[in-house]
T-cell receptor, first 113, second 110 residues
Framework: DAMVIQNPRYQVTQFGKPVTLSCSQT?????MYWYQQKSSQAPKLLFH???????NEADTPDNFQSRRPNTSFCFLDIRSPGLGDAAMYLC????????????FGDGTRLSIL | GDSVTQMEGPVTLSEEAFLTINCTYT??????LFWYVQYPGEGLQLLLK?????DKGSNKGFEATYRKETTSFHLEKGSVQVSDSAVYFC?????????FGDGTTLTVKP
């Protein structure tokens, strides 16, 4: 089945130690998104890629970066994680049509020691 | 800007009870409307969708009708099961941008 896969499912890192989360998709969708979700709150959009075009949300901290080397893969880099960055990180994709639904991965639960 | 308002939770029901989760929205354009479900430790799964006024989305016994006159998209199910326990998010998508409600936690007891 076509899907969105996030690795790892659980990630533990130390305060201030860089960490990278990965997302891959077999849906061949143009758009890939990264969301942060805390305690079953609404997901908060960090940024998205439309093909290779990167779109950052205005309130996304500089500590969060992203890379999309090809259509299938997208990475979230947290340069210096703080305790407040502990959360579930969700990757999603959608086709290019503006009102199509998004397809989500199962998320990576990030813990900060 | 666009916004989505869901009824506050949590909601606790007995098995086979009727479920309604209210959702209203404001949007400047002509949005598509969605309900997503999130089970513990998982991502969001699309439950149902409606793309224009008066459309009814349905899946797994859940239904919601796109009501433009009342700007609503209420989720209903006639008989809930324990396995329906999850967090439900109402969302709209307009011009490529998604807006989510705050989520409603549903617990169904045997």
């Amino acid at each position: 089945d076509a899907m969105v896969i996030q690795n790892p499912r659980y990630q533990v890192t130390q305060f201030g130690k860089p960490v990278t989360l990965s997302c891959s998709q077999t849906l061949n969708h143009n758009v890939m998104y990264w969301y942060q979700q805390k305690s079953s709150q609404a997901p908060k959009l960090l940024f998205h890629y439309y093909d290779k075009d990167f779109n950052n949300e205005a309130d996304t901290p500089d500590n969060f970066q992203s890379r999309r080397p090809n259509t299938s893969f997208c990475f979230l880099d947290i340069r210096s994680p703080g305790l407040g960055d502990a959360a579930m990180y969700l990757c999603a994709t959608s086709p290019a049509g503006s009102n199509q639904p998004q397809h989500f991965g199962d998320g990576t639960r990030l813990s900060i020691l | 800007g666009d916004s989505v308002t869901q009824m506050e939770g949590p909601v606790t029901l007995s098995e086979e009870a009727f479920l309604t989760i209210n959702c209203t929205y404001t949007a400047t354009g002509y949005p598509s409307l969605f309900w997503y479900v999130q089970y513990p430790g998982e991502g969001l799964q699309l439950l149902l969708k409606a793309t224009k006024a008066d459309d009814k989305g349905s899946n797994k016994g859940f239904e919601a009708t796109y009501r433009k006159e009342t700007t609503s998209f209420h989720l209903e199910k006639g008989s809930v099961q324990v396995s329906d326990s999850a967090v439900y998010f109402c969302a709209l998508r307009d011009a490529g941008k998604s807006t989510f409600g705050d989520g409603t936690t549903l617990t169904v007891k045997p």
